[in-house]
């Protein structure tokens, strides 16, 4: 007896189809530039959120539709690396990007696989984008409009041992 079951998706974006991936770049040119996908949920097709400049996120189900009551689909531990517009373009149309992760993705099944972030990369991520977070909110009405161009350079200053005023402050001198 053979069954019909769909093999659920290992994780990896190289592995997801390109015709997948050009409905993600869609909603990703509507609603912000960065995304990260779920790594559970049904099937070939995960779900995913779409991060804009200000840090909201737009969740997804795997039909590209909005996704309400998201929240427990989008916890840490449960996600991908945070992938730029540029990233998911690039691995659609076959080609290879280097992740957050310092893994290559390459598009195409068949291709070089890395491993998954540890907890505790993920733990410090999220320290670091909550921390990130608050400092903006309790300082939006000071800061320029366009700080969120600049939100990776602040994670990376951060990654690198400055607090959030530290790489807000280094942002405002190199950029306004």
């Given amino acids: 007896m053979s069954t019909t079951r769909s ?15 050009k409905e993600v770049i869609v909603q990703m040119n509507a609603y912000g530039d960065r995304m990260q996908f779920a790594l559970s949920g049904p099937g070939q097709r995960p779900n995913y959120q779409v991060i804009n400049a200000d840090g909201k996120k737009m969740p997804f189900d795997g ?26 373009r690039t ?7 280097r992740t ?3 893994r290559v993705a390459r598009g195409g099944a ?5 491993t998954r972030n540890t907890a505790a990369v ?6 670091i984008d909550t921390e990130k977070y608050n400092y903006f909110k309790n300082n939006r009405e000071t800061l320029p409009a366009t700080i ?3 939100a990776m350079q602040i994670t990376e200053l951060m990654k690198d041992g400055k607090s959030a ?12």
């Fill in 91 to 97: 691995i659609a149309n076959g080609g290879g990007v």
């Fill in 63 to 88: 039909n590209h539709h909005i996704l309400s009551g998201a929240e427990e689909v989008f916890t840490p531990g449960n996600l991908t690396d945070v992938y730029t517009l540029e990233q998911v």
């Fill in 100 to 102: 957050a992760s310092g």
């Fill in 122 to 127: 993920v733990q410090a991520k999220d320290l």
């Fill in 148 to 150: 969120g161009e600049h």
């Fill in 7 to 21: 093999k659920r998706w290992n994780g990896h974006i190289e592995t997801l189809k390109a015709d997948f991936l």
């Fill in 110 to 114: 068949g291709t070089a696989r890395g």
């Fill in 165 to 176: 005023e530290e790489a807000f402050n280094e942002i405002l001198k190199l950029h306004y």
